[in-house]
């Protein structure tokens, strides 16, 4: 069983508990009603999705409620880190320090 670590409840829970929210860290343009079609299609539709490490949001659904943001690797499937909603995009430092003591 997959199991997930809620940064706010700072547990490692099983999987059925959390939700997928999509992409982390997408900014809503501050001024959408001035934005052209293409660039509100850029914000609304178009994302990384990337092979190999994606900056993601979940949502403990079965739990607190609460959004956060993982790292996880679209490769191997296995989650490198979690953190609190509003923190900023883990640094490559930080990420390679989490990605060794979870592959421990
Ligand atoms: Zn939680």
Redesign the pocket.
Known sequence: MLLIH?P??D?E?PELEFRHAGEAHIERPTDIKSISDEEFMKFFFLRDNPKGVAYERWR?MH????FFNAVRDTVSDKFVMTYEAGKPRPDGDELRAKSKETNQ
């Open positions: 809620c706010y409840c547990e829970r403990h739990g607190c409620g609460r």
